[in-house]
T-cell receptor, first 114, second 113 residues
């Protein structure tokens, strides 16, 4: 089956630093990748939709200058949390679309900002 | 590795009948399970959950069953409605470890009028 990986699986950083999270589709090409953030009590929030070779589409309320998304190839999308603050501590999940409406989720990245 | 599996990519059901969506997992550390529903062009929305201390949780037309020995859970929708047509993802987490979720690949449910 299709596999999506994320790296790192967890990261601890100091407030004010930037953190890059990678999302890779290992055995298929994904023209579209999605970034989510998991909030307490289960809810997932779609942050942005990333299309290969074009600018990401951000959901309302998500700061595009803070959460930089780059989708440079058909197998890699990156999310960079710039100038991270403790309130950015969360669980970030990506997914890659194999074909329409079929998404494969990555294992997620746990970010802790001190 | 695929720790959460939804082996049926699609399911078609007649309106008014029962929809049963299945999910299997491999990690015995998982102790909390969730179902998400996703409409086109939207992010997944939380539907129902179950803790490993229970084997059933019901919320209106939606019931989730958990069989820990078989590492299997299922979502029942009764009666099914056309508005239930969506992609359903099951997810699992190990709250005693790190609470991070693992998702299945999803099952597309189509409820026909």
């Amino acid at each position: 089956g299709a596999v999506v990986s994320q790296h790192p699986s967890w990261v601890i950083c100091k407030s004010g630093t930037s953190v890059k999270i990678e999302c890779r589709s290992l055995d298929f090409q994904a023209t579209t990748m999605f970034w989510y953030r998991q909030f307490p009590k289960q809810s997932l929030m779609l942050m942005a939709t990333s299309n290969e070779g074009s600018k990401a589409t951000y959901e309302q309320g998500v700061e595009k200058d803070k959460f930089l998304i780059n989708h440079a190839s058909l197998t890699l999308s990156t999310l960079t949390v710039t100038s991270a603050h403790p309130e950015d501590s969360s669980f970030y999940i990506c997914s890659a679309e194999l074909y329409q409406e079929t998404q494969y989720f990555g294992p997620g990245t746990r970010l802790l900002v001190l | 590795d695929q720790q959460v599996k939804q082996n049926s990519p699609s399911l078609s059901v007649q309106e008014g009948r029962i929809s049963i969506l299945n999910c299997d997992y491999t990690n015995s550390m998982f102790d909390y399970f969730l179902w998400y529903k996703k409409y086109p062009a939207e992010g997944p929305t939380f539907l129902i959950s179950i803790s490993s201390i229970k084997d059933k949780n019901e919320d209106g037309r939606f019931t989730v069953f958990l069989n820990k020995s078989a590492k299997h859970l299922s979502l029942h929708i009764v009666p099914s409605q056309p508005g239930d047509s969506a992609v359903y993802f099951c997810a699992a987490s190990a709250r005693g470890v790190n609470n991070d979720m693992r998702f299945g690949a999803g099952t597309r449910l189509t409820v026909k009028p």
